[in-house]
């Protein structure tokens, strides 16, 4: 049997296969960008985001995606930060 706590840990490990990814929804895969900001891996936290955006046909959160932002100007991409 499993307790909450595992069951919450689970949630945290990362899709082991790209299909596995692409079945995220754009909410967890914005929580897994910041996650991973916080792990200081900012390329793979602008990956995240960028799926977040194009999953399930979810573009109008774009203008809320304002973590990829910060996650662009700390990978010192000042032009892709300022048109987020």
């Given at each position: 049997?499993?307790?909450?706590?595992?069951?919450?840990?689970?949630?945290?490990?990362?899709?082991?296969?790209?299909?596995?990814?692409?079945?995220?929804?754009?909410?967890?895969?914005?929580?897994?960008?910041?996650?991973?900001?916080?792990?200081g891996?900012?390329a793979?936290?602008?990956?995240?985001?960028?799926?977040?955006?194009?999953?399930?046909?979810?573009?109008?959160?774009?203008?809320?995606?304002?973590?990829?932002?910060?996650?662009?100007?700390?990978?010192?991409?000042f032009?892709?930060?300022?048109?987020?």
């Amino acid at each position: 049997p499993h307790t909450f706590l595992q069951m919450s840990s689970n949630d945290n490990q990362q899709p082991s296969s790209p299909q596995q990814q692409q079945l995220l929804s754009p909410k967890a895969l914005v929580n897994r960008g910041m996650n991973t900001f916080k792990q200081g891996n900012v390329a793979e936290s602008i990956q995240y985001f960028d799926q977040a955006e194009g999953g399930g046909g979810m573009s109008s959160i774009t203008p809320f995606l304002w973590q990829r932002g910060i996650s662009y100007y700390y990978a010192d991409k000042f032009q892709e930060g300022s048109k987020q």
